[in-house]
């Protein structure tokens, strides 16, 4: 396989593997200790799920479009293969901001809006990273793959780069008010990735 | 290596973690607070192992399934890759599922039911996002792989969706009446894949 | 990808996290409870050092023996897809038989007896499962890749199987009487396959 | 699949797995029992950051230089397997070594100075199996793939492994003093390597 083949399926491992340890956010209630009926016990902690769901489609977009960036390399040097790490450094963080987020968002006042911004904080971090990547291959065009227009993905960059920044910087400011109200921004932004996106290609 | 099959190794990447997470679900007895023969403690886990088998069983054929699925494919758009994001988030919380029916399975009355319930639900949700990505690639031929009879497989899309939807939802209304039943209903689905599709295909 | 060769990156993902799972055996010491020094807290902990690197052995030499089952064949079909599912299941129950073993191997009696009756008892499963692989294969020599000497095939399947079978089932004696000696035997096993295939190949 | 990109995938498996898992070192502080603010008892879990931080970077220079070795490669034998192996078996202890220079870091006196002895010690294994892997290959230039100079290879080999293995070396030593400073000599090594080779190949 190619160095960049090579890039792409770790970097696919990584976030394949961030994605499922996901699921050890979801706890099951002890049988020993329950009161009550388990129904109940399992509403409880919808927070659990509604991060679960959201923190699944949030890695989901960033492997299609890590997917989409490297598509268009035909080689990596070793500052891409840096800030790739870098970015995957933030991507396998999720799993625990996601189980940070869940532990508070009911927990109001400074608790949740702590958690609210840490967990935008490391989705604006790897929007970051994501924006550092995509600048670096714009400014090398050497890199890219054979019938790649530089132009082209200059453009895309610029516009991708600073979309994605400015709603995870405006998830910073919702997590100021309200943590729930951060965790549905986040998914909407999610969503809207899918669908602006399909509209795009199709 | 092509959008379709780095799509395929992503979701098997998901696919097999998810069934090797199943393991965390086996607990070792701890040593300093242990009565009575560790073999009797072990023993009084089969529930555990039981949902081992089973669920390691259900990813399998999940597995296999999707497998087929994308050997139809030439190519991917947006929808199947967020349908099949849709299926993966659904895979990736059988660990969870399994854990939860484990515990419960001989509790008896509403949380044995309620357990049994949330693992038949999964599964059927898993079946539905299967069946509309399978629906979804159906009604695209231009997505299907050259020399793939589009007719053939609108055929086969409705007859394995079909029987798919069927059998778990049959397994939610067993789940009203016996867990252990509904588990071993799911046992006996994944082994009923295996033999029909052995022998349509030797 | 051909069916053979995704069923093969399946089976090394699973493999490759149950080795990368065998870590969380490895237990930290909570400081808040420390008492005397941690340097004695980790060296009470050998069994589980020992166990980790046995198991790592183990699961290393089927990951080399898998690698080269599927070196010989051409196509799979859905039996060879079952009985592989069933030896992955085995190996990945490996980090519980692991954890079970080293909890209870200094335990003495009929504790340590147990979990190391469970540890050799899934190693057999898997060299069971193993045989029923490269002996269905042995007899269907239309799976083979073409060139792979069919009768060649089935000598060094039975030497293979045989010896294998032997081995793991003469753990489970050493396990009615020592935990400690079937856990060098099994490292033994470990190591006695790589030197004696290493002469065979060089 | 080739022999060869086969043992590469199985380990680029195992180092990503070892690397996300990681993040089960980073703990979510439980909101029953909290006192305080939130945002106090994250900062108070700095360690665990930067040794989270410390490691993703090691495993990642180790991924890169593992990549690199392996591009040299046009077969393997038994041999480079079982020093794969014993290297992997180390990298994918680095995650409990990471937990336990975590908790112990700020912990001082003589255990602060075991737990940094520990992760320094397996890091400087790695660098070992590394030196034993790579000079083993420049000893057999039959392994090396075609038009890869024997020569230059032996050259490098021992200027890596000779630099490598002091770095980890030093990091014993510096293990006596200070554990917080044993952290920092870990992250400005991983640094230096991306820095370093970064000017090589640019």
Redesign the interface.
Known sequence: ?S?T??T???S?????????????D?R????AT?EG???DA?GHEWPSYAA??TS??VV?II??NH?AVF?LLGRV???V??LN?LL??LV?????TT??FA??LT?GG??AR??AL?YSGVALGMSVAFAALFGYIGRHPALLAAGVDAVAVRGSILRFSVVGLALYALTMVIAVFSAPATLAAHAAIALYY?FR??RA??
Chains 1, 2, 3, 4 share one sequence.
Do not use: K
């Open positions: 396989m160095e083949g090579r792409a399926a770790f696919d491992g990584v976030l394949a593997i961030a994605v499922t340890l996901l699921v050890l979801l099951v209630p002890v049988r329950l009926s388990l129904a399992l679960y769901v699944f489609l989901g492997w299609v997917h598509e040097d070793r500052i293969l840096f790490l995957l450094m396998a963080a999720i799993p625990f189980s940070l532990e508070y927990a400074a608790r702590t958690a840490v899918c996106q399909t290609t199709a």
